[in-house]
């Protein structure tokens, strides 16, 4: 295959949770994936199929048995300590829930600041960099002296954005980041990071169990199932015509607004079985 080299590179990635001294579970059977500068990879799979636990090996958060994370060029596999910590300004997550990411005792403009003054930020630098971020995700200017809980969900998820983009990073773990919101408020969190991508060319590693809000925002997506990538290509190929049947049911699950279409679905959805 041709094209930029990618920015974030798996390889046969194999990562076990040790559930006592004896008995381990292996929620990743040896995975591959790549993601490239400026390009958002879809990583979609029901409940359990391991999604999260990807997302964690990326950031540092779970140890692998065997394979390869390269970021950059760089192998990550195992970073740990100072390497991780210079790793913060590259690649940052975006959880599914801003209220257990967001620390509650902390205004809008501290916790903007925080991961910037920690990199050794001068605090007027910061509160610039904090202004125009929070311009970026368009929340008002005064929300920097707001708590967390003094906003809607939809607003949450825009300081958790802010939060992550502050240090510039190259790659963001979106980690199901729209699925604790309404409808309508997803879809302008999901243009939010189209915009942004746009304009910083930053790369997206964006789980999600919806195959609709993938097809939104992905350009390509891999399709887990327990623990292992059963079919991934161009995201409009797979959510056209999804070869692998476990794609298909997932597929049938993304809600239709026509109801004669839904039935039919539903009646095709049961015929699989
Ligand atoms: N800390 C842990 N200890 C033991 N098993 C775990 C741990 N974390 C996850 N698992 C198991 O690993 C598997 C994958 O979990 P993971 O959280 O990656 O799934 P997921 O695809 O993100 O699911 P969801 O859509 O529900 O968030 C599941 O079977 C889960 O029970
Ligand atoms: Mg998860």
Request: hydrophobic letters at 40%.
């Amino acid at each position: 295959m041709t094209g930029p080299a990618p920015l974030l590179a798996i390889e046969d990635l194999v990562v076990d949770y040790r559930l006592s001294r004896r008995v381990r579970f292996r929620a990743l059977k040896g995975i591959s994936l790549d993601v490239k500068p400026g390009e958002c990879v879809g990583l979609v799979g029901e409940s359990g199929s391991g999604k999260s636990t990807l997302g964690k090996a990326v950031l540092g958060l779970a140890a692998p048995e065997s394979g390869r994370i390269t970021f950059d060029g760089e192998d990550i596999t195992h970073a740990r300590g100072a390497t991780r910590r210079r790793l913060a300004s590259d690649i940052q997550v975006v959880f599914q829930d801003p209220y257990g990411s967001l620390d509650p005792t902390m205004t809008v403009s501290e916790v903007l600041a925080e991961p910037l003054v920690v990199a050794g930020t001068s605090r007027a630098e910061a509160r610039t960099v904090v202004a125009d971020m929070l311009d970026r995700v368009r929340l008002p200017a005064d929300a920097v002296h707001r708590y967390p809980g003094e906003f809607s969900g939809g607003q949450r998820q825009r300081i958790a954005i802010a939060r992550a983009l502050v240090r510039r990073p190259r790659l963001i773990v979106c980690d199901e980041p729209v699925s604790a919101l309404d409808l309508t408020t997803q879809a302008t969190i999901l243009d939010l990071f189209l915009e942004l991508q746009r304009e910083t060319s930053v790369s997206y590693l964006f789980v999600s169990h919806d195959l609709g809000v993938v097809r939104r925002i992905c350009h390509r997506v891999s399709v887990l199932y327990q623990g292992e990538i059963v079919e991934s290509g161009p995201t409009a190929a797979i959510t056209r015509a999804p070869e692998h049947p476990y794609t298909q049911r997932l597929l049938l699950a993304v809600p239709v607004a026509d109801p004669a279409r839904q039935a039919e679905r539903r009646a095709a959805r049961l015929g699989l079985g």
